[in-house]
């Protein structure tokens, strides 16, 4: 902002004239002449002459930013040579001739063409000479001067920033600096009061002030809360002339901003806060939240919540939100609606950087109570325990209770409870559960040595509500029962030399069981009680579940005797005391001085027998080729099919074909030989079927060999067994097995021989009734357009 004013313009003209006055009478003529300068003339050479010159000034001196409307007058050259008859030339040259400064040639005189500043130059120097206009010489040497611009009160103060922007903390004391402001003033400073500047505040009062002279700016107030007010903006200014009247002044703008300090305790808006939680939800579920305010920001701001000791303290937690400076309500432990439906709790907010200034102010922290309501839903059944263990011997009997799991409804309406085993944890129903009361029990023999361990689980499931159910595992230890006895851990092929000697070590046993007594193992050895007393070897026990065995005669003979069996009796130490027998198989062998086996017994007999190889190889294929042959002939015995003479079974006129022989009747005897029925083994047993083909003629059919005396009856019961169980015997075969009807049969005779004498036509209808083995006959008799002639 620029102030321009009249009044001081007219004082620093009268002041500028003042001055130049006092110059001017400093000086003892009007006109000076500035300096004398001897001229040497050449005259035909013989004679020098002395001239006298000079430059005469009226002023020094000249006005900036002079408004005038002509030029403004600044001096004037003159010569003593100059006569005024207009014979000199007046030629000016240096900083601004010609633009800034012009000359009048004939009279001297200087003018300012332009409006001068001395704030861009101050100082100008100029170079004046004198010319003879008709010869063009110079009547005087080239003569520098200097024109100094006089300052005036022209530039007002200027800030470095047309915007400052600085900070206070809050609650500042008075004098508190804040910024400090700079402005410069373009004025001479050696010159007068033009650049003397002072400060002042002209907005942001009462709550800043301003030092005059070094810009600072500070706090005026006390106590001053960011909370109430965070911004303020104040005005500053800067005025010359040392801030008196008439002066010109520059303003800047100063925005000041309070940051925050942590003066303020968080507060809950609310004392009590209300929530509902189902008794059901997983631990870690968050039920609400709650939120305390501080009127702080930043870090000072920021909060911790924490429950206080008492009702709910190890059933709920609150964990805080750093984003949101939020409590939130956990769960810490299982809810319970029948153990407790309400729970309050005191949860405490406070700061958790507090200013140790301020503390005096009161506790930074507030409380809030929050209660907590559980909410009764239908849960699963609980067990009284995580899992079950149970140890069980594996010689318990099959249905016995090894054990009991037990759960319980933890509604208040204690629903019953239904156990029942997952049979996807028990493939082989091995175990079983009592749906009332839990109690396990076996199903199956037990073993350890198969399975030493059972993992099976147990659901229980609400009557009422089979949708709330809970499962369990259960842990079956199979305890061992010494119920296996210690047998050879290998097969052992053992050899004696014939040179053996008394005492000589043979063979090293050692025994496996598959029990595991809680003690370990330990084995003893001894001979059979039949043969207490080997007179060939000896069984030694070495104390250490193994045993050796030792010669105990001098030499051995292939010829009496090539194997040797000993049993040897072996037995543990648990309860009850298992033993076995174990017999080592001992070959005597031909062996070298050094006890290597070179031959045993079954090579020794081979050589005796005077078998070359070539006689066992043909004597091995004699065998191979009467296999091939036996093979052969089944294979080709099966390939032949039976293939009856009657083809169609529905073919009604072949069937009548064969039943229409009927005999000579009762008086003719060569028909039928009775008496093969009462003796079975005088039967012709060459006769062939009619009704398939022979296989071979040598082929006999075999039947089942009966007793002598038997009864008919039972015989051809006999035969009627054997001829259901033929398959390639058709129904209507053995005409002569169903010839016999026995005594007292429900049923009237079939044979077509009786009808004829029959009066009327007779009633087959009952034949239907017999089932599908009489359904051909039912066609035949039992039609209305059956052919009976």
Known sequence: ??????????????????????????????????????????????????????????QFFLLEEYTGTDTQYVGKLHTDQDKGDGNLKYILTGDGAGSLFVIDENTGDI??????????????????????????????????????????????????????????????GVGTSVIQVTATDADDAN????????????????????????????????????????????????????????????TTTVNITLTDVNNNP??????????????SVPLGTHLGRIKANDPDVGENAEMEYSIAEGDGADMFDVITDKDTQEGIITVKQNLDFENQMLYTLRVDASNTHPDPRFLHLGPFKDTAVVKISVEDIDEPPVFTKVSYLIEVDEDVKEGSIIGQVTAYDPDARNNLIKYSVDRHTDMDRIFGIHSENGSIFTLKALDR??????????????????????????????????????????????????????????QTVSVMDKDDPPRGHKFFFEPVPEFTLNPNFTIVDNKDNTAGIMTRKDGYSRNKMSTYLLPILIFDNDYPIQSSTG???????????????????????????????????????????????????????????????IISKDDVRDNIVTYNDEGGGEEDTQAFDIGTLRNPEAR?????????????????????????????????????????????AP?????????YEGNDSIADSLSSLESLTADCNQDYGYLSDWGPRFKKLADMYGGDDSDRD
Not at 27 to 51: A, E, F, H, W
Not at 210 to 234: F, W
Not at 481 to 504: L, R, S, W
Not at 731 to 739: E, F, M, R, W
């Open 1 to 58: 902002m620029r102030t321009y004013h009249c009044i001081p313009l007219f004082i620093w003209t009268y002041m500028f004239h003042t001055v130049d006055t006092i110059l001017l009478q400093e000086k003892p003529n009007s006109y000076l002449s500035s300096k004398k300068i001897v001229g040497l003339t050449k005259d035909d050479g013989k004679m020098l002459r002395r001239t006298k010159r000079g430059w005469m000034w009226n």
């Open 111 to 172: 003018h300012a063409a332009k409006k001068l500043d001395r704030e861009e130059k101050s100082l100008y120097i100029l170079r004046a000479k004198a010319i003879d206009r008709k010869t063009g010489r110079q009547v005087e040497p080239e003569s520098e001067f200097i024109i100094k611009i006089h300052d005036i009160n022209d530039n007002e103060p200027k800030f470095t920033k047309d915007l400052y922007t600085a900070s206070v903390p809050e609650m500042s």
């Open 191 to 250: 010159y007068g009061n033009s650049a003397k500047v002072v400060y002042s505040i002209l907005q942001g009062q009462p709550y800043f002030s301003v030092d005059p002279e070094s810009g600072i700016i500070k706090t005026a107030l006390p106590d001053m809360s960011r909370e109430n007010r965070e911004q303020y903006q104040v005005v500053i200014q800067a005025k010359d002339m040392g801030g008196q009247m008439g002066g010109l002044s520059g």
């Open 266 to 279: 968080p507060r809950f808006p609310q004392s009590t806060y209300q929530f509902n939680s189902p008794e």
């Open 449 to 506: 040595e198969s399975s030493p361990w059972h993992n099976i689980t147990v659901t229980a499931t609400e009557i009422n509500n089979p949708k709330q159910s809970s499962h369990i595992p259960v842990f079956i230890r199979i305890l061992d029962i010494n119920d296996h006895a210690p047998e050879f851990a290998m097969y052992y092929e053992t050899f004696v030399c014939e040179n053996a000697k008394p005492g000589q070590l043979i």
């Open 583 to 645: 017999t080592l198989t001992i070959r005597v062998c031909a062996c070298d001085n050094q006890g290597n086996m070179q031959s045993c017994t079954a090579e020794a007999l081979i050589l005796s027998a005077g078998l070359s190889t070539g006689a066992l190889v043909a004597i091995l294929l004699c065998v191979l080729i009467l296999l091939i042959l036996v093979v052969l002939f089944a294979a080709l015995k099966r390939q032949r099919k039976k293939e009856p003479l």
């Open 684 to 728: 012709e047993d060459s006769k062939l079927r009619r009704d398939v083909m022979p296989e071979t003629i040598f082929q006999i059919r075999r039947t089942v060999p009966l007793w002598e005396n038997i009864d008919v009856q039972d015989f051809i019961h006999r035969r009627l067994k054997e001829n259901d169980a033929d398959p390639s």
């Open 731 to 739: 129904p209507y075969d053995s005409l002569a097995t169903y010839a």
